[in-house]
């Protein structure tokens, strides 16, 4: 008998709307995330502590942790926290990091986590990795995926709104991480797993190609779907590669070599996608990506998230080195510094001002 179908990791549950907090209780009732209504609640100071009241009546059985930051120690202590209390269930409630933190401490302890994003910022919500901050700087941990997802729309738009367009960057860039992913197949042998390549680059050109903006309840729809879209085709494909290429690494790059200085993640991702698609050659995408970027606010210069073009050009030959191993259009180029700055000059160009 042939094999006909696969068996993919997901959500038993993802509801996406406005008012879904409202059903939350009856979501973590369900028999395949808990049994006894025993949970263990991470929520950050800010956000999360600020829905904590609202929440607290529907669930009776929760005890409530607040995490302080987004840090590998936050994530052990918190799972030390919650390991003697017998939970059926880690429900992480907040903004990334707070996220991050509960799937960590989740994995650590063998529960099954319950992402309650509270804002846009990245595709991290629904994403089998944890992004830490470490004393090497900050590092990515294998985690399982979600086994639910509830994203509240009307808590989203009443986020900052740089946190809500980050998100807009980092599912754009899958196009670019695609286009470096089926560069790696053609010139290094790389198998491509076809549906999580559909999956991210779906979720990406959805985004692209939506007329709204934050604002609009239809576009965050679109956006949230986007990037819990994107966190499933990590999972499909076993690693970050469906949604991770030249963007990240130039993202990485500005983590690593400006700690104190680098912007948001899909900020970072968003600049890195656009001048990626113009370093192969694909000047109609790349202007294009630049165009909505710019239309939701978001930056495609350096000097739009506070770096001179020395300091990007720093970023991007660094970038490289901050994945061992995977191959993009920056190792693919490996170009000089004076190549990388004669293409950074080529790309203000090609984009405008």
């Known amino acids: 008998m042939p094999v006909l179908t696969r068996l993919i990791p997901s959500p038993v549950v993802v509801d996406i709307r406005p008012g879904a907090l409202d059903d939350l209780g009856c979501v973590l009732a369900d028999q395949r995330v808990s049994h006894s209504g025993k949970l263990a609640v991470a929520v950050s100071g800010g956000s999360g502590a600020r829905l904590r009241q609202r929440l607290e009546p529907s669930l009776p059985g929760a005890t409530w942790y607040e995490v302080g930051g987004g840090t ?11 390991k003697a209390g017998h939970y059926d269930a880690v429900v992480g409630l907040g903004g990334g990091k707070i996220i991050d933190c509960a799937k960590f401490a989740a994995a650590r302890v063998g529960l099954p986590l319950v992402a309650v994003p509270t804002n846009l910022a990245h595709d991290g919500l629904c994403s089998p990795v944890a992004t830490l901050d470490n004393d090497a700087g900050r590092g990515s941990y294998g985690v399982p995926n979600p086994i639910a997802v509830v994203i509240d729309l009307d808590v989203i738009r009443e986020a900052p709104a740089r946190f809500v367009r980050a998100g807009i960057g980092d599912a754009v860039s899958n196009i670019s991480a695609i286009a470096d992913w ?6 290094k042998g790389e198998k491509i797993d076809g549906l999580a390549a559909a999956i991210a680059r779906q979720a990406g ?3 692209l190609r939506h007329p709204g903006g934050i604002e609009d309840i239809a576009f965050l729809q679109v956006l949230a779907e986007a990037l819990v879209l994107s966190g499933i085709a990590m999972s ?12 990240h690494e130039i993202n990485h790059a ?14 970072q991702c968003g600049l890195g996608a656009a001048f990626a698609m113009f370093l192969r050659g694909a000047h109609e995408e790349s202007a294009h990506m630049a165009e909505v970027l710019r239309r939701h606010g978001l930056p495609v210069l350096p000097e739009e998230i506070g770096f ?11 970038a490289p080195q901050t994945r061992p191993g995977r191959f993009t259009i920056l190792e693919h180029l490996d170009l000089t510094t004076d190549q990388i700055k004669d293409m950074y000059t080529d790309y203000v160009k090609a984009i405008g001002s």
Not at 239 to 246: C, E, I, K, L, N
Request: charged share 30%; hydrophobic share 40%.
């Open 182 to 187: 089926e560069l790696a197949h053609r010139v």
């Open 205 to 207: 050109e959805a985004v």
């Open 72 to 82: 590998l120690d936050d994530a052990v202590r918190l799972a030390g926290d919650i």
């Open 236 to 247: 499909v494909s076993g690693d970050s590669r469906p949604s991770s290429g030249a963007c």
């Open 254 to 267: 500005f983590d690593l070599l400006y700690p104190r200085r680098a912007a948001a993640h899909g900020e």
């Open 308 to 318: 001179s073009p020395d300091e990007f050009v720093r970023a991007v030959e660094f």
